[in-house]
């Protein structure tokens, strides 16, 4: 009797816990649907100009890489690999290219951005970050609601995100993050009280490529009437690196230079190539 006793008790908690997670996800219908951009694209800090003027916090290291990527930029060579259809990761994903769309279940929270297709999952179970995390360009995260008023509305959404990998840049202009995977990206989100069609994200990302966490605003906007469509960068990607330089087709299938002046591919390379196919 006693055995069943505790099965029973523990059912009872379990489903208890499964309500209580289930009304949690429903209080914030609020916050689910789309959002859009509503922060200046092409730059990390909106409030300042883009790249050297946007004053990224970096190491004398990381100082001479976005140095070379700025180089590199004005003669073709690729170094983003947005370039090539890549994903482009945390935090730099967080500047929307396209409307997310917010999706709130118990115990996890989706975001879905067509751009590239990544999804993030935000974990509000109250787990613990496992020993190991498989890496991944989007990482893995944890958030937590804070909701001191018991308003939905003024609620705070607190994540963090670690295990990153792949080479990940902060902007279009070349902002490098380390190459260690060590980074570690905090967001507070909130909806604004006057108006709570638009959305806050103090963003902080501590990695070792600056000499401290760089923190900046975003802001996101409701989207009443948003079509989800797939967007499938590859499908129409005529961009291509040879040799460590970026061409593109032209409409009848030739290469073209991406920048005035360029040069062509070298035809040592195609030869390389061919000799190896023999």
């Known amino acids: 009797m006693r055995c069943r006793s505790s099965v029973i008790a523990a059912l ?24 859009g951009r509503g922060s200046p694209p092409g730059v ?14 970096l190491t004398p290291q990381y ?4 140095e070379s990527n700025l180089a590199k930029a004005k003669t073709g060579v690729a170094f983003d690999p947005k370039y090539m ?31 590239t297709s990544p999804i993030r ?13 498989d890496r991944s360009y989007v990482g ?36 490098p993050l380390a190459d260690d995977g060590e980074t570690i990206v905090k967001e507070q989100l909130t909806l604004d009280r006057a108006d709570p069609n638009i959305m806050h994200n103090d963003i902080s ?8 966490p760089w923190v900046v605003s975003r802001i996101y906007k409701r989207v009443r009437d948003a079509r989800p469509q797939e967007d499938n960068c590859a499908e129409e990607n005529r961009l291509m690196v040879i040799g460590g330089r970026t061409y593109m087709t032209d409409p009848n299938g030739y290469l073209m230079p991406v920048q005035k002046g360029e040069p ?13 196919q023999r």
């Open 85 to 115: 259809c890549g994903p482009v990761g945390m935090p730099r994903m967080m500047t929307m290219g396209a409307p997310m769309e917010l999706i709130i279940r118990p115990g996890t929270i989706y975001m879905l951005i067509e751009t």
């Open 121 to 133: 999952r935000i974990y509000t179970d109250g787990r613990a970050w496992p020993r190991e995390i």
């Open 63 to 66: 100082q001479a890489v976005y």
């Open 205 to 212: 990302t501590d990695d070792h490529a600056f000499t401290h």
């Open 140 to 175: 893995y995260s944890i958030g937590r609601w804070l909701d001191s008023d018991n308003d939905p509305t003024h609620a705070t959404l607190e994540i963090e995100t670690r295990g990153l990998k792949g080479l990940r840049l902060m902007e279009n202009t070349g902002i």
């Open 44 to 57: 990390w800090d909106p409030g300042k100009p883009p790249g050297p003027g946007q004053q990224a916090p």
């Open 12 to 35: 009872a908690l379990l489903c208890a816990s499964m309500v209580a997670r289930g009304e949690e996800a429903s209080k914030y219908t609020a916050w689910e649907g789309f959002w």
């Open 264 to 276: 062509a591919p070298d035809p040592q390379l195609f030869q390389k190539y061919f000799s190896q």
